[in-house]
């Protein structure tokens, strides 16, 4: 009261300035915003500023007003922060998911290295492993082939045909060649093939494309319907002929009926360079019926 009436003094003997009046009139407003101030003191500084006296319901509006406004700057910063939160929630989502994404892309490669380290031809497989790793490789293939059965001569250097091809001694590897009706590579035109690694890629699309003919009974060995899937079993031990060559048996079971549907014999040859067994010979006997006499 007795600042109020200082000030009143001042402003009623001219030594206030009008600068000083409006900024005075000011602040009641600022202090009903902040620590609120009753009707009384809101009218007084009121009719301090404008030389009248308001009503009770004008104060009580003017504190309404300067309430509702401070309560809608809480109700968005609020509501800023909560967007905010979900923001970071949605980002924190993201990165966590191309860190998963990540790591199975690092475990998928890491599959293909392992399994590339282990296809044959391998100087650590013996007989039985080798020939199990052939068949495996040639049923992994036909998983992984498109639905036309078409591969083109960007054949992968992992696929089926590719891993029987590079399994075959040379004298396999033309018989092979004469099974798929592929010209030998001196009687091509220079124009026809580019190296001997584009040969090599054009018997293994021939080959594949063989392979996945229904009405070839080698089909058998992708184990894709309508041929009914095997399983493989070796009977006998491997016939040690001498130190680099050898002769396996293999038999192709129904995998559902049991039933027997090949029995092969498979001539294997060590490789000079360091050991690894190769095909050099495949005898096929074929019990199903629409193959007989196999």
């Known amino acids: ?17 009008r600068r000083r009046r409006h900024r005075l009139a000011r602040k ?37 007003s300067v309430s509702l ?37 690092q475990q998928s490669k890491y599959r293909a290295s392992a399994r590339r380290q282990l296809l044959p031809p391998n100087d650590t497989l013996s007989e039985v492993g080798f020939v199990k790793a052939v068949l495996e490789a040639l049923r992994y ?6 639905d ?13 045909s590719f ?49 996945g003919r229904d009405d070839n009974q080698f089909n058998i060995l992708l184990g894709k319907p309508p041929a009914p899937k095997y399983v493989a079993s070796f009977p006998t031990d491997p016939v040690e002929q001498d130190d680099d060559t050898s002769w396996v048996e293999c038999r192709l079971r129904d995998a559902d009926t049991d039933e027997l549907l090949v029995v092969s014999g498979w001539d294997l040859k060590k490789r000079a ?13 074929d019990f199903r019926d629409v193959f007989r006499p196999g």
Request: charged share 25%; with cysteine; proline share 2%.
């Open 69 to 105: 406004r401070a309560q809608s700057d809480s109700d968005i910063s609020a509501s800023d922060r909560a967007r905010a939160e979900d923001a970071g929630s949605l980002a924190s989502d993201d990165d966590l998911f191309l860190e998963r994404f990540r790591r199975r892309r």
């Open 273 to 285: 360079e360091d050991g690894a067994w190769l095909i050099d010979g495949l005898d096929w006997q």
């Open 163 to 211: 891993v029987l091809l590079r399994s075959s001694t040379p004298e396999w590897f033309d018989i092979i060649r004469r099974f798929v009706g592929v010209a030998p590579m001196d009687t091509l035109d220079d124009g026809d093939i580019i190296d001997e690694g584009e040969y090599f890629a054009t018997v293994a699309s021939a080959l594949a494309s063989a392979l």
């Open 1 to 17: 009261l007795r600042w109020s009436q200082r000030t009143m003094n001042k402003v009623s003997s001219g030594k206030a300035s």
């Open 141 to 146: 293939d036909a998983d992984n082939r498109d």
């Open 28 to 64: 009641p407003l600022m202090h009903a915003s902040c620590i609120g101030v009753s009707l009384t003191g809101c009218s007084g500084a009121i009719a301090w500023s404008t030389g009248r006296t308001p009503s009770v319901q004008y104060c009580r509006g003017v504190i309404d």
């Open 148 to 160: 036309t059965g078409s591969t083109g001569t960007d054949i992968s250097h992992d696929s089926g």
